[in-house]
């Protein structure tokens, strides 16, 4: 059965230090990969998504970019953190086709002080 | 305007009883697909159901099911017989066309729902 993992659950960061957040996908090949924000009481935003290796597309411009050196490695990065990045991280997979699912880590609350 | 819209921010409901949590879309796309999430206070998103737009039957996952009404654009979640459990975060999504792309779902803001025992 298909797994996903992300690492760390949590983590508290200085404004200015980098970020790295890594999701890794067990059990399928080829997955779409995606990362989404979440903001204390609301909804998912979606930040970047995957159809392939080196392939990333961006939904919001931002701080913030994204990497997929491998077929089932996402990893989300920063250079620099700034307050407003603080909030849950959430990566998901889904198996491309008509009638995608999109299946979640268990999210990385980020606090960026 | 908002894509998704779920009017309910909390809910209080008895253990055992029935619930329904209510979400309406947008879209002028005639293909797209409607997803119900849950998520408890550890945070991970646990997909419960899913409905395409041109599935000519409701949804129905175990306790879950899927109000489908296309005209009205509304997709209500209902839980039969609730369970302390079911506590939690619901969130109601969409991705626009079916072409199979990695377009990602739309989310609405959430449903806090709490059961009573």
């Known amino acids: 059965s298909q797994t996903i993992h992300q690492w760390p659950a949590t983590l508290v960061q200085p404004v200015g230090s980098p970020l790295s957040l890594e999701c890794t996908v067990e059990?399928?090949?080829?997955?779409?990969l995606y990362w989404y924000r979440q903001a204390a009481g609301r909804g998912l935003q979606l930040l970047f998504y995957?159809?392939?290796?080196?392939?990333i597309s961006s939904e919001v411009p931002q701080n913030l970019s994204a990497s997929r050196p491998q077929d089932r490695q996402f990893i989300l990065s920063s250079k620099k953190l700034l307050l407003s990045d603080s909030g849950f991280y959430l990566c998901?997979?889904?198996?491309?086709?008509?009638?995608?699912?999109?299946?979640f880590g268990s999210g990385t609350q980020l606090s960026v002080l | 305007a908002q894509k998704i819209t779920q009017t309910q921010p909390g809910m209080f409901v008895q253990e055992k009883e029935a619930v329904t949590l209510d979400c309406t879309y947008d879209?002028?796309?005639?293909?797209?697909?409607l997803f119900w999430y849950k998520q408890p206070s550890s945070g991970e998103m646990i997909f419960l159901i899913y409905?395409?737009?041109?599935?000519?039957q409701n949804a129905t996952e175990g306790r879950y099911s899927l109000n489908f009404q296309k005209a009205r654009k509304s997709a209500n979640l209902v839980i039969s017989a609730s369970q302390l459990g079911d506590s939690a975060m619901y969130f109601c999504?969409?991705?626009?066309?079916?072409?199979?792309?990695?377009?990602?779902?739309?989310f609405g803001k959430g449903t806090h729902l709490i059961i009573q025992p």
């Open positions: 998901a997979w889904g198996e491309p086709g008509e009638h995608e699912k999109l299946f």
């Open positions: 059990g399928t090949s080829n997955p779409n």
């Open positions: 995957s159809v392939g290796i080196g392939q």
């Open positions: 879209t002028s796309d005639p293909s797209y697909g």
């Open positions: 409905q395409g737009s041109y599935d000519q």
């Open positions: 999504a969409m991705r626009e066309g079916l072409g199979g792309g990695a377009d990602g779902l739309t």
